[in-house]
């Protein structure tokens, strides 16, 4: 893989960073020895480091050999999910139900040897702000380091983000201007009946009937209220209610995610799913109480920062191995936040080690230590790039 000769010679590091950060994986706003690790290695290359944003958050600083004015931001996650480790290698979780199986470990070592060879050539104009960042699964730790000011602290020009990507060979990039990756809704839903004796059912209302019609009911959303051709999904993945065979409930509790890229799409499921919600419960007597909640929004890179990555990918790769013609990923990114206050720019990084990868979130996951040098030599190239002297 042609990568950054010096970069190279970090491999090895980087492999035992990855390795160290995979073995104690910690989870939302709670990455304290991660982020130590980090901070303590980015001032071991001479750079200034700030702490505790977003609780756990880190910030490393850099001014490039001349300073000018500018100013750009390179963001990895540091967190890991609640999975119990499958996998039986030396590195393995030690943290019991813990596990990096998103590939975080090696998004935060592929941003530290990028910081370690920047901070030896320094061959930028301007100033590089390497975010590390708590919660990227569930919690949003990246608006909560926006809501902390660190934007408005460290003004930027733009924000680059990168993710692994197993279904992607190794060697490899993705990316393409516009959403990447989709908005991300909760929702839970009460339905209320009335219980009874399931041998007299015409005493009773029944929620489970009235929740199985919501369900049904709720597969129209996308078919039916939203273009054909702009991406919507409505799952149901939780059916809460009853206890026993011959016993009616009194309530059932629905609950599912709700995702969408163009906010004319997204802004019309809330709406439809509490109209067929209450209208089914309705038509059987019961009643339906929606919860709805929105979590992250799309992540949608900017046209001018998508080129910029694309081509720093392009001169590592070649442009036959940057892929522009992937779907976005109906997943969702905390990114999404910072990209929500700054023109930027999310790149997939090809992460595949086998025909047959485990993906992102399996308890069989690794990250691909192979292409922690072309990660970290992305990085340097696109600053270097942007920020040329
Ligand atoms: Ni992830």
């Known amino acids: 893989m042609p990568i950054v000769n010096r970069i190279a010679d970090f491999h090895a590091d980087m492999t035992a960073w990855r390795h160290d950060i995979h073995a104690h994986p910690e989870t939302a706003f709670e990455e304290a020895r991660t982020a130590g690790l980090v901070a303590g290695l ?20 850099l001014t490039g050999a001349s300073p000018g004015g500018r100013a750009i931001a390179l963001r990895a996650d540091m967190d890991a999910l609640h999975i119990h480790e499958k996998n039986g290698f030396a590195h393995r979780s030690q943290n ?23 901070a030896e050539t320094r061959n930028f104009a ?30 930027v020009e733009a924000v680059y983000g990168m993710h692994n990507w197993p279904e992607l060979p190794a ?33 009773g209302i029944d929620p489970i009937v009235a929740a199985a019609q919501i369900v049904a009911g709720l597969q129209t959303v996308a078919s039916r209220n939203t273009h054909p051709l702009e991406g919507a999904v409505v799952s149901v993945t939780q059916i809460h209610g009853g206890d026993t065979w011959n016993v009616i409930p009194d309530n059932v509790v629905l609950r599912g995610t709700a995702r969408a890229f163009v906010p004319a799409v997204h802004d019309a499921i809330e709406p439809a799913i509490r109209r067929i ?3 089914a419960a309705a038509s059987l007597g019961a009643t339906a109480r929606l919860h709805y909640e929105r979590r992250y929004p799309p992540t ?27 779907l976005p990923s109906m997943g969702a990114e905390d990114f999404a936040w910072f990209l929500k206050e700054k023109p930027g720019a999310y790149i997939w990084i090809g992460n595949g080690a086998s025909a047959d990868p485990a993906m992102l979130h399996n308890p069989h996951y690794d990250f691909n230590d ?19 002297k």
């Open 42 to 61: 980015l001032e071991s290359f001479g750079i200034a480091v700030e702490r505790g944003i977003a609780k756990t958050g880190v910030i490393g600083t």
């Open 126 to 155: 301007g100033t590089i702000h390497f975010i590390f960042q708590p919660a990227e699964e569930n919690e949003g730790g990246a608006r909560v380091m926006v809501e902390e000011g660190v934007l408005a602290r460290h003004p």
């Open 171 to 203: 060697g490899q990039f993705a990316i393409r201007p516009g959403p990447m990756m989709a908005a991300f809704d909760i929702f839970e839903i009460t339905v209320s009946g009335r219980g009874a004796h399931a041998a007299m059912p015409h005493l």
């Open 370 to 388: 192979e292409i922690l040098p072309l990660g970290a030599s992305y990085w340097a190239r696109l600053a270097e790039t942007v920020l040329a």
């Open 277 to 279: 919600a209450e209208g």
């Open 96 to 118: 019991d139900g813990r596990m990096h199986a998103c590939g975080h470990d090696g998004h935060t070592a592929m941003l530290l040897g990028a910081a370690r060879y920047l």
């Open 300 to 326: 949608v890179n900017s046209p001018d920062e998508t080129e910029a990555a694309a081509a720093a990918a392009a001169a590592l790769v070649g442009a036959d191995n940057v892929k522009r013609d992937m």
